[in-house]
């Protein structure tokens, strides 16, 4: 299908989370575009021109005019490509949660016709689209795969937070079913790509590409997380240590850290699933895992020690996202920080401007303000997320959120100089 052909189809994105929604958007400044997600909440606050995740200022609802918010299937008629921007998280024995995935596949099923594509930019593990999903849509549809209806595979890039890397301006992988179809979800991608396509052989090929970006990154840092507390116990600097061998041409330096969110801390048991499946178990990308899950523990132990001496032991976390300068709250290990502190007895107040205080309640059954008046003792201030709002001259700014002028500051990204905190990773 030729790019001016391309520009003719209608669109339909299913899911309007951190990666759909921007996605949608984009696409509807060229393609009559439907977005469509379950929840009724989202879809109106969108019909009313507002991003519930604080991710798009609402002068971008107004400049785009093809575009329909919707929770109703019906709408999911007349559609010539659909688009799946699902979660797809893992459970709690840190297995692959494939419902929603399999529950959007089940949806658009009904809904495909001859010729219809169906893209997945959902993070899966190599061969997931082609023996999970396209089984899915042959029974809902009764259509046959690659004879009527074909599929793409497209991983997502969106960073939450990031207004420089926005999704027109990071390149795209793409790939498909068949050559034909390949080549259509290239030029499809191409139309609103202004950094570029990468076409893959293969949708495998496209699914383990985007699996092993994240795996890459999540490896890396567990390494300067095991670095941190080798170098803690050797009372020497982590943040000087890596400056120091950052002075070789190819040294590649990254920082150590809490690591959350929905893609890094999970994406590596997608491909450790597939390996297992296949008889063979993952030494080095299940060790990082461990190393970067056990860090709350850890910060936890540092922070308890430190402060064993003060009689009321009250703690404040600054931030409770799972990266600065967002509100996504999702597999945030703050959340499980704050639940080790509470182990050890310790009262725990959260602060972060950026999140809805009625999610975290809902969510987590935690109590977070989004600002601290300074009226309490604290023991220690945590800065666990480098919101901009928190990021100040001087870390003594910080610590007069205490009554307590012995407070311990611990902060945990190092944003201060050395000097400035009483522990940093």
Same mark, same amino acid.
């Given at each position: 299908?030729? &790019?001016?052909?391309?520009?003719?189809?209608?669109?339909?994105?299913?899911?309007?989370?951190?990666?759909?929604?921007?996605?949608?958007?984009?696409?509807?400044?060229?393609?009559?575009?439907?977005?469509?997600?379950?929840?009724?909440?989202?879809?109106?606050?969108?019909?009313?021109?507002?991003?519930?995740?604080?991710?798009?200022?609402?002068?971008?609802?107004? /400049?785009?005019?093809?575009?329909?918010?919707?929770?109703?299937?019906?709408?999911?008629?007349?559609?010539?490509?659909?688009?799946?921007?699902?979660?797809? &998280?893992?459970?709690?024995?840190?297995?692959?949660?494939?419902?929603?995935?399999?529950?959007?596949?089940?949806?658009?099923?009904?809904?495909?016709?001859?010729?219809?594509?169906?893209?997945?930019?959902?993070?899966?593990?190599?061969?997931?689209?082609?023996?999970?999903?396209?089984?899915?849509?042959?029974?809902?549809?009764?259509?046959?795969?690659?004879?009527?209806?074909?599929?793409?595979?497209?991983?997502?890039?969106?960073?939450?937070? !990031?207004?420089?890397?926005?999704?027109?301006?990071?390149?795209?992988?793409?790939?498909?079913?068949?050559?034909?179809?390949?080549?259509?979800?290239?030029?499809?991608?191409?139309?609103?790509?202004?950094?570029?396509?990468?076409?893959?052989?293969?949708?495998?090929?496209?699914?383990?590409?985007?699996?092993?970006?994240?795996?890459?990154?999540?490896?890396?840092?567990?390494?300067?997380?095991?670095?941190?507390?080798?170098?803690?116990?050797?009372?020497?600097?982590?943040?000087?240590?890596?400056?120091?061998?950052?002075?070789?041409?190819?040294?590649?330096?990254?920082?150590?850290?809490?690591?959350?969110?929905?893609?890094?801390?999970?994406?590596?048991?997608?491909?450790?699933?597939?390996?297992?499946?296949?008889?063979?178990?993952?030494?080095?990308?299940?060790?990082?895992?461990?190393?970067?899950?056990?860090?709350?523990?850890?910060?936890?132990?540092?922070?308890?020690?430190?402060?064993?001496?003060?009689?009321?032991?009250?703690?404040?976390?600054?931030?409770?996202?799972?990266?600065?300068?967002?509100?996504?709250?999702?597999?945030?290990?703050?959340? !499980?920080?704050?639940?080790?502190?509470?182990?050890?007895?310790?009262?725990?107040?959260?602060?972060?401007?950026?999140?809805?205080?009625?999610?975290?309640?809902?969510?987590?059954?935690?109590?977070?303000?989004?600002?601290?008046?300074?009226?309490?003792?604290?023991?220690?201030?945590?800065?666990?997320?480098?919101?901009?709002?928190?990021?100040?001259?001087?870390?003594?700014?910080?610590?007069?959120?205490?009554?307590?002028? /012995?407070?311990?500051?611990?902060?945990?990204?190092?944003?201060?100089?050395?000097?400035?905190?009483?522990?940093?990773?």
């Amino acid at each position: 299908m030729s &790019p001016s052909d391309i520009l003719s189809k209608k669109l339909c994105i299913v899911g309007l989370g951190y990666v759909g929604l921007p996605l949608a958007m984009e696409f509807s400044k060229k393609y009559q575009t439907v977005g469509f997600d379950i929840d009724e909440k989202k879809i109106s606050d969108l019909n009313d021109g507002f991003d519930p995740m604080g991710e798009l200022p609402r002068s971008a609802f107004s /400049d785009s005019k093809k575009i329909t918010f919707t929770s109703n299937p019906d709408l999911l008629t007349s559609n010539d490509i659909f688009i799946v921007t699902v979660p797809t &998280p893992v459970d709690s024995n840190k297995k692959p949660d494939l419902t929603p995935l399999i529950s959007a596949s089940r949806l658009i099923g009904k809904y495909i016709t001859n010729e219809s594509i169906v893209i997945y930019e959902s993070t899966v593990y190599p061969g997931a689209t082609e023996e999970i999903c396209v089984p899915v849509l042959e029974n809902e549809s009764g259509l046959k795969y690659n004879i009527d209806f074909f599929c793409g595979y497209s991983p997502e890039r969106i960073n939450p937070g !990031d207004k420089k890397h926005t999704i027109a301006s990071i390149i795209k992988v793409t790939s498909g079913s068949n050559n034909e179809t390949a080549l259509t979800v290239d030029n499809l991608y191409s139309s609103i790509i202004s950094a570029g396509t990468h076409l893959a052989s293969s949708i495998k090929v496209a699914e383990a590409a985007k699996v092993i970006e994240n795996t890459q990154r999540d490896l890396n840092i567990a390494l300067m997380n095991e670095l941190s507390i080798i170098f803690n116990k050797i009372d020497i600097d982590t943040n000087e240590v890596l400056e120091a061998a950052n002075t070789k041409w190819n040294f590649v330096k990254f920082s150590p850290g809490l690591v959350g969110g929905h893609c890094i801390g999970v994406d590596p048991y997608y491909l450790t699933h597939k390996a297992q499946e296949l008889n063979y178990h993952p030494e080095v990308i299940l060790s990082g895992r461990k190393i970067n899950d056990s860090m709350p523990q850890y910060i936890a132990n540092q922070v308890t020690k430190s402060i064993s001496h003060f009689v009321k032991k009250n703690v404040l976390i600054l931030g409770i996202t799972f990266k600065e300068n967002c509100a996504d709250i999702r597999n945030s290990k703050v959340i !499980d920080l704050i639940y080790a502190l509470k182990d050890f007895q310790i009262n725990v107040d959260v602060v972060d401007p950026n999140v809805s205080t009625k999610s975290i309640e809902e969510l987590y059954g935690l109590s977070c303000m989004n600002s601290a008046n300074g009226s309490k003792p604290y023991s220690a201030i945590i800065l666990a997320v480098p919101h901009a709002e928190f990021i100040l001259s001087s870390s003594s700014q910080l610590k007069e959120l205490s009554t307590d002028p /012995d407070v311990k500051f611990f902060d945990l990204k190092g944003v201060y100089p050395k000097d400035q905190s009483d522990f940093r990773l």
